[in-house]
């Protein structure tokens, strides 16, 4: 049952000061040690040094502070209160439709994979008053799709034209071959909720029991997710305010890799930095929690865009 609540959680500044991420998605690739500067950018995409992915939809500060501004007014218009107002029960059933898009035996995911990868996403998202029902897996055997999803726009709009479903409240996963040490992306609801672009793809051997360790838990979806309820990077904006949008997560000048303890990127404010957050970018095994902040913000995303 979809329940519609009032939230409480402290007003925030729009993002005009912050450094924002690229969509479709707030990307999550593969990033190792000794990764430079460029690659610890808050940028869509997450790249292994050297590697040759690129964040193909950057936007600009002004663009990002005009994505918070609109969900902002969207959430007024929709009559969800962004502070100030007492919390209710939040009990949502999310439907899921697996799109495998494989190249006859490569990327062929198991539907023991698949069940896994949804039992990992109920685990991270009770917290915040969320499951996932598995309503169908598609088998899409297209050795172009396969190799070069996420290249542009224009080829993610062809694939995800044909192979979506539902509307604003079902998510689609779409799994591929992706290029360039990339793991996964996502759409934001504020920008596609509703329409065929909406969904999350992440790299096929990301999920639970997949060969990328370590990234091979089924966290790399967790974190997508996350993006597609409206989260941002927990190094969103670096040090500055208001960071990530959320008020319970440390600042962070750029993303963790690994799981290094006791890193503290922003000496000058609180807190060291929240490599354990699932919106980080550290490995699958060092993931383990979103914050009361994170539950409460994606709950009002959905109630603006996602809730029917």
Not at 25 to 31: D, F, G, I, L
């Amino acid at each position: 049952m979809n329940r519609k609540i009032a939230l409480t959680i402290p007003s925030v500044a729009a993002l005009a000061a912050a450094g924002l991420v690229a969509t479709p998605a707030q990307a999550r690739p593969v990033a190792g040690d000794g990764a430079t500067a460029a690659e610890c950018a808050p940028a869509g995409a997450r790249l292994a040094k050297g590697a040759t992915a690129r964040d193909w939809n950057s936007v600009s500060d002004a663009k990002a502070a005009e994505m918070e501004a609109k969900f902002r007014a969207d959430a007024r218009a929709a009559g969800v209160r962004l502070d100030g107002a007492q919390r209710e029960p939040f009990d949502v059933t999310i439907p899921v439709f697996v799109n495998v898009i494989h190249d006859g035996a490569k990327g062929k995911l198991s539907m023991t994979k698949i069940n896994r990868s949804i039992k990992v996403l109920d685990d991270a998202y009770r917290f915040v008053g969320i499951d996932f029902a598995l309503k169908g897996v598609k088998y899409v055997n297209n050795k172009a799709w396969y190799n070069n999803m996420g290249q542009s726009y224009e080829y993610d709009d062809a694939i995800k034209a044909k192979l979506h479903r539902g509307g604003t409240n079902v998510l689609n996963i779409y799994s591929a071959n992706l290029s360039g040490g990339l793991l996964g992306y996502a759409t934001f609801p504020w920008e596609d909720a509703g329409t065929s672009r909406d969904g999350v793809v992440i790299l096929d051997e990301s999920v639970p029991g997949g060969t990328a360790a370590p990234y091979n838990e089924g966290d790399t979806l967790t974190h997508e997710v996350g993006h597609w309820m409206g989260l941002w990077h927990t190094f969103q904006g670096g040090c500055k305010t208001p960071g990530d949008q959320v008020f319970d997560t440390p600042y962070e000048a750029s993303p963790a890799f690994g799981c290094p303890v006791g890193r503290d990127t922003c000496k000058n404010r609180p807190g060291n930095d929240p490599v354990k957050n699932f919106m980080d970018y550290s490995e699958d095994p060092c993931m383990n929690h979103f914050t009361d902040g994170q539950k409460w913000r994606m709950q009002r995303v959905w109630n603006t865009y996602r809730m029917l």
